[in-house]
């Protein structure tokens, strides 16, 4: 082995030595550097004679080369274990199985509204909504409870810190029947002039509050407000749409439908809505589940239109009550804990 050779092993041995990229750079420099071993070589070549600078010339650039594809392949095998590494610490184990995102659902409620819509549209209502909080002259004054008067004690109404343009406190509305008001009065409007004017029919589902939290109420309920206001629409109208929505809600024709006598400022006259089922685990026994009436005069007039020529009536249920009994539930209070044992039994 000549001197020459002997360097190429140095070298190599050293580059095999080096642990990281930058060692090797390092052990690079000790050779092929500017004071590096095959640099001093060639500095030597100047003290030779000329016949023999030639030879040694070449043997020096062979040893350079083979010096440099050490060092290259060194830097390669480096290159490739640093990236095996770096695979290893990245590893995906992609045998583990996914973690799936639960299937959402629609709350009881929800889907109670739902369908109370469907049912309504299919009898040709229109569906409308309308704002939570609400002026003093919708909520009451409108519905023919004037300032003072003591039906307005009915309702234990939450006030809001914000009063209307009359000066009036506002409230977060009491029920739904506001909304008679301003879908009619929108109506009147829109229909002025036109003679006949089309009827009215809608519902407005939506949510209601009042002061008022035990197993069958909660501060924040539901309801669902219907109107139907025509040249002749009478008692008789309301008696067979609400037997129809029962009998569609519920899909069964075995219940009676009573209309109890009672007292709302807004109708007269008024009743309560109750039903019985004649078989089932509920058999027998009268439940509520809606107010309703005649439109009173004043409030036809607040409508904007004539109670000479405009009558017809209103109702107003509650979804809550309609889910309860449809899902077989019997505390309100589990319908807002927002508990998922709960919910996700409706998925
Ligand atoms: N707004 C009444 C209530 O909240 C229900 C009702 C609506 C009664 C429409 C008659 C007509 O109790």
Redesign the pocket.
Known sequence: MNDLDQLVSAAQAEFDAAPTPAELENAKARFLGKSGRVTDLLKGLATLPPEQKKSRGAEINQLKARIEAALQSRRESLAESELQAQLRAEALDITLPGRRRGTGGLHPVSRTIERIEAIFASMGFDVAEGPEIETDWMNFTALNSPKNHPARSM?DTFYVDLKDAEGAWMNLR????PM?VRYAMAHAAKYRGVDPMPEIRVIAPGRTYRVDSDATHSPMFH?C?GLWIGANVSFKDLKVVFADFVRQFFETDDFDVRFRPSF?P??EP?AEIDIAFRSGPLAGRWLEV????QVHPNVVRNFGLDPERHIGF???MGPDRLAMLRYGIDDLRLMFDGDLRFLSQFR
């Open positions: 309702q009491t029920h739904t029947s008679q309801q407000e709302f807004f109708t008024s809606a107010g309703s009436g209103a109702f107003g």
